[in-house]
Each structure stands twice: as C-alpha cells, then as structure tokens.
C-alpha cells in the first residue's frame, strides 16, 4: 500500500531553485526562511558565525539572532542539516561549509560578507539556479558583479510610491455640500475605508470642508474646523484637522501618521495625548517612545539614571513638550520637567516596552520608519485593554541600513491595517514648521 494510499498526502517535489540567505535577512524577519516554499534553501556557516556574534546584543537584532538560531536548531533536530533537512513550508533546508580554493577576479574573501556571496558563487558553478538574498543593497551589487542572481528580502514590502493616504479630495453637486454642512452628514454611495476622510467641493463654494465615512452607516459625517484647541494647539490645515479628529476618537485605537519633517505628527501626537489624559481622563498617562537606530547603541551606554539617559534621545521629544507647555494654560504644568515629574507622561526605551502590557495608556511611537515590521508588530501587540497606539514617521528618513521606504514596519502596519474599523491614517505633506523647513524637507 502506498503512503498516499494510507492517508498520508505525498509530498510536493521540491523546485531547481535555491535561496542562499544572508544574515541580515534573519535579523530583518527571524523565520524568513519560511517564506521560501518548496525550494532549496541554503545557509551559509559564515551566516551562523554572524549569528553567534550578534546574538549577545540586548536589542533587537540580539533576538532577532537568537530567533533564527533556534529555528535552525529546531529544524536540525529532524535531520541532517548538512545534507539537508525538509521543513514544515515543504523546502529543503541545507546549512553548508564551504571555503572555495580560488575566487573570481580574485574576489577578496577577507570579510564575512563576501565569504557568504561566495558561498553562493560556489553553489551557482555546480550547476543550480541561485538567488543570493540580502537586505544589504551592496552585497546584492557584489553578488550581481559575480554573475549570481541577486534579489532583495521583499515578503513584508509595500509600494511607498501608492501608499494609501486616508484621505480624498472629491467634486459633489452643490445640494450635497449643503445638505453636509447644514444637516452635518450624507449617504454615500461609494464604499470608503473606515474613518476615510473626503474633502468635499463644489463649484459654487470656495470653501473645502471635511467629512470623515461611517463604514457601518455609509454615512460620511462633517468635521467641525472650529474646534477648540488640544492642549493650546490649534489645528494649522486641514490634514492637522483631520489628524486630531482621529486622535481624540478613542474608538479608533490605532493611527498612523506619516509624512515629512514639520507636518506637526508628533507634536499633535503629544498634544491629543495630554488632553485626554488631562482633561478627559480618558487614558491613565501617556507614554512616549523612538528608536535608538541613529546613535547604533542601547541607553544603557549613556551616563546617568534612566531619566538622564533618556533626555539625550528624546530631546526632540522635548522640545515638542516645551512648545505646548507654553500655550497650555494648565498649573502646575509649566515645563517639560514639571509634565513628566507629574506622571502625566513616561518615557519609555522600546527595548523596555517589549514584555510589558500596557493597559488605559495613550501610546507614541516617534521615528517609527526605523523600525522593522516584526518590531512593529511587538509594539502593537503590547497595547492593553483601553489603550491608544500611535505612530509617526516620515520614510524618507530612515537611519537603518536594511530598511527602506517600501520595507520599514511603519509603512507595511499602513497596508496590513487599512480597512479595520479600529484603524486611522493620515499622509501628511504640509509642512508649518516655516518656509526654510518646507524648502529643505523638498529640495534636500
């Protein structure tokens, strides 16, 4: 009797393909291999040495690293690594040695990098159909100088390019924009998004006016521009409007906002946050966080206690926290110092914030195009019961050598989550820092 016979399904027949995978891949997405179906699948030693190396880190590439080890630990235990092991996506998985007596063009094989492109130079001369995979655009280059098919790690990519914005600009007949803003909402007939915003005109009136869609009533809803002031700071267009308007909605539990330098993201961000704990009592306090990507080290490298180290890094932060404090007129709460010695505000590292729940809290994550999508997804899935996540970022400013604008955890959560009711998102391009700031963020 066959196994197929014996209700067992045959296995599917493993394709000429094969994968060499470059360390950073695993570090971008610990299990990446599996994404790879039914192909041959090759790890070089050199890869497990970087691991090694990189796995006592207290960050995230240290988990990451200790993440992927283990899963080829796992995988080993049901075989023969060396001569190849069949894994649950139905590949082959092979971790090989090699150390080739001569290099193309005398190919320099003083840097791991490059034993690892050769690992794959040497597989490719026996006759298989390599890809050499890699987050590092330079080791691709290398790799294409040697004659091997190089392509980029793009399982969690999104087109910056057709990022979705949140909002539309729209023409209607004259009796809709009235009835909108006299009767503040209408039936529309088109399905929306949730919490899509339009920007409603007609070619009577000068004035644009904003209405947000209802996906459960199919209604879009007008959005008041005379709104009070959020913690002293008033809404300067109508992207600000329509960013504040999901900000102090805490029915929608998770926003994001890109866009570029002085468009107003974290500073609205803080700004909403401390309204609603303040005065709404709608969240217990707000916490604020950003990655470390640019200074390449962890706080702990920082003199002082945990407060001063985060002073450094968080200045920015800070000096959004100034602006407000000197147009909110709240006692007591005159300076920056004076809002986070009150316990209204925290400032968190993101390594600490991993492990935690974070229950009834406004949660900010500034520079969030630094981040990886797993690290993203770790963040987002910290938000307790009654929280508030949001994200700021701006993807044409990313400080990490293996992220880009279509590859970065903040534009990939925009994709994955738009449609959910609980979602809202706004691509801000208006920039009122000054005219000086709008030049430099377009010209440079």
Excluded: C
């Amino acid at each position: 009797m066959s196994r197929h016979e014996n209700g067992d399904k045959p296995r599917q027949k493993v394709g000429d393909k094969t994968f060499v995978i470059d360390t950073n891949v695993l570090i971008h997405r610990p299990d990446a291999i599996l994404s790879f179906r039914h192909s041959n699948i090759v790890i070089p030693m050199w890869v497990l040495e970087e691991l090694d190396r990189l796995k006592t880190f207290s960050d995230e590439r240290g988990r990451n690293a200790r993440r992927a080890i283990r899963f080829l630990d796992s995988a080993g235990q049901r075989g023969n690594l060396a001569e190849g092991v069949r894994i649950e996506n139905g590949s082959i998985l092979r971790v090989v040695s090699t150390q080739p007596r001569f290099s193309p063009n005398d190919f320099l094989q003083d840097k791991t990098d490059n034993k690892i492109i050769l690992a794959a130079w040497q597989i490719q001369q026996k006759g298989s159909q390599v890809f050499f995979v890699s987050k590092d655009i330079n080791a691709r280059v290398k790799a294409t100088a040697l004659g091997i098919k190089a392509v980029d790690y793009d399982k969690q990519k999104v087109d910056f390019t057709k990022l979705y914005t949140g909002f539309t600009a729209v023409d209607v007949r004259s009796e809709l924009y009235l009835q909108l803003l006299e009767k503040g909402e209408i039936p529309w007939p088109d399905s929306l998004p949730p919490n899509h915003f339009l920007m409603v005109r007609d070619k009577e009136h000068n004035e644009e006016i904003i209405g947000r869609y209802n996906h459960e009533t199919r209604m879009v809803s007008l959005v008041d521009k005379k709104m009070q002031p959020v913690a002293g700071i008033r809404p300067l267009n109508d992207e600000q409007l329509m960013v504040l308007n999901l900000l102090l909605d805490p029915a929608v539990q998770l926003v994001t906002l890109v866009g570029k330098a002085g468009t107003g993201k974290t500073l609205l961000a803080i700004a909403a946050g401390l309204k609603q704990a303040i005065e709404d009592k709608t969240y217990k306090r707000v916490l604020v966080s950003r990655p470390v990507i640019p200074m390449g080290k962890d706080i702990g490298y920082l003199p002082g206690a945990k407060n001063e180290k985060l002073s450094h890094w968080m200045q920015p932060l800070f000096d959004n926290l100034e602006l407000i404090t000197s147009v909110y007129q709240k006692q007591n709460l005159k300076s920056p110092e004076q809002v986070v010695n009150s316990n209204i505000l925290e400032m968190e590292a993101l390594s600490f914030i991993r492990g935690r729940s974070l229950p009834n809290q406004f949660i900010i994550i500034d520079e969030a195009q630094n981040l990886s999508p797993h690290e993203v997804k770790t963040i987002v899935s910290r938000a307790g019961t009654d929280a508030k996540v949001v994200l700021t970022g701006d993807p044409d400013q990313i400080d990490s050598p293996y992220l880009d604008a279509n590859s970065n955890g903040l534009t990939y959560l925009v994709e994955a989550f738009k449609g959910q009711p609980v979602f809202g998102h706004i691509l801000m391009t208006r920039s009122e820092r000054s005219h000086l700031a709008e030049l430099a963020a377009e010209l440079l």
